[in-house]
T-cell receptor
């Protein structure tokens, strides 16, 4: 069975600085997808960024980028120029590439605080 | 509405009562998922509907939990004889086709409290 581990329950960053959130996963599959979701206090999960395992190039979305190390099964999220609105829970998630496996498997989350 | 909606936003019930939670997916999305978010367990998959196929119920924790999806759109998650350990936020998500490349869009969740 696949598992996702986020080893940092809480992180803190100064506004305008850079922070990296860690995520590792375990799988025997070669085809899969990885995601970072943000959950603010409103509870709504918002997709931040996604990475296809077959792509070697790291995904980027504006201030958000990932460091995908397939051999190490590591998928960290870097937030540059942190803003107060980035404060939230961040969840790393895995999804199998097999069409019948539709659900996401989540890590336990990292609570990010942004200090003004 | 453009997003996934869920009702009620909050539900307080007494132990032993049945509850129904509703999810309205994004129009045109054929795949619908239910997840449970609790303090001790994080986010857990419950059930997955894809079009007219039989649902994947592999995540349902007990036979007190059931879900249906009528007309390929709205879904209802039913918890019978609620227990205190059922207290959690229940999240619904939908995606366009249910294939691996599809993004899942989440609703705001229903916070269930069982007294």
């Amino acid at each position: 069975a696949q598992t996702v581990t986020q080893s940092q329950p809480e992180m803190s960053v100064q506004e305008a600085e850079t922070v990296t959130l860690s995520c590792t996963y375990d799988t025997s599959e070669s085809d899969y997808y990885l995601f970072w979701y943000k959950q603010p206090p409103s509870r709504q999960m918002i997709l931040v960024i996604r990475q296809e395992a077959y792509k070697q190039q790291n995904a980027t979305e504006n201030r958000f980028s990932v460091n995908f190390q397939k051999a190490a099964k590591s998928f960290s999220l870097k937030i540059s120029d942190s803003q107060l609105g980035d404060a939230a829970m961040y969840f790393c998630a895995y999804r199998s590439g097999r069409g019948s496996q539709g659900n996401l498997i989540f890590g336990k989350g990292t609570k990010l605080s942004v200090k003004p | 509405g453009a997003g996934v909606s869920q009702s009620p936003s909050n539900k307080v019930t007494e132990k032993g009562k049945d509850v129904e939670l509703r999810c309205d997916p994004i129009s045109g999305h054929t795949a619908l998922y239910w997840y449970r978010q609790s303090l001790g367990q994080g986010l857990e998959f419950l059930i997955y509907f894809q079009g007219n196929s039989a649902p994947d119920k592999s995540g349902l924790p007990s036979d007190r939990f059931s879900a249906e999806r009528t007309g390929g759109s709205v879904s209802t998650l039913t918890i019978q004889r609620t227990q205190q350990e059922d207290s959690a936020v229940y999240l619904c998500a939908s995606s366009l086709g249910g294939i691996s490349t599809d993004t899942q869009y989440f609703g705001p969740g229903t916070r269930l409290t069982v007294l």
